[in-house]
């Protein structure tokens, strides 16, 4: 989905993921288009999907489907046109697909993409952009509601993908509390809320193959009560909508930082304005990415 290049190329992700529709697509696609704008890069605002679920695949399955899709779009995407990015459940590998089978066509383009390994072309610090962006963002706006810094605040994550495992990591940097992280099968919070969890440790687990909830350095608690955590500053970094009306009723932050993309409903967004809980909009919280990624390209 293309959605408009005044400002230049499209710019946009490519997510792989089992519920992704054309409308989450046109959705996101226009929400580029403001995110490129908010962050003054120049570009335009695209998005891509694929309805498949990549855990029920191998990577060869997954490496054909990506070269099937640059076989099909290689018309209308290009360095100069529309360059396609990681998004949920895509990372370098599959761009590193997208550009060399782009190049079969085009001959050697390492624009066409961003979000590419480093060795191939890509960016030092990409990979944690999104993450970084949200936290500096984060930090900016307790700064701006003369709420203090990120030291000893309290941080909830849903979400523990590249973006909220970096995202944790970095709060925990500096010096916040990530009091408790969840992602799609499990949550764990800590029972130290001064100290919060171990973030390098809690990151090594799961990079190990454990389960989020098995982690030994906290207690397991269901998934589905991490956004009435009890904390300054709640990140929703996994999907879409999540934040509806009854959920925004149950949350028990000072703020809403946006690291998904529209996680928060229309109905749950009036909720948290009548509540008084600021919600940092996505096109700046997770602008990060697309900054490095311009740099890349």
Known sequence: MQHDDSRGPFKGGLRYHPAVDLDDVRSLASLMTWKTAVMDIPFGGAKGGITLDPAKLSERELERVTRKLVQAIKDVIGPHVDIPAPDMNTGPREMAWIMDEYGKYAGFAPGIVTGKPVHLHGSLGREAATGRGTVIAARELLRAAGAGELAGKAVAIQGFGNVGAWAAELFAEAGAAVVAVSDAFGAVRSEDGARGLDVPALRAHVAAGGALAAFSGGTAFPPGEILA???????????????????????????????ANAPTTPGGDAVLRARGIPVLPDILTNGGGVTVSFFEW
């Open 229 to 259: 955590t009890r904390c300054d500053v709640l990140v929703p970094a996994a999907i879409g909508g999540v934040l509806g009306e009854a959920e925004a009723e149950r949350v028990d932050a000072r703020f809403v930082v946006e690291a």
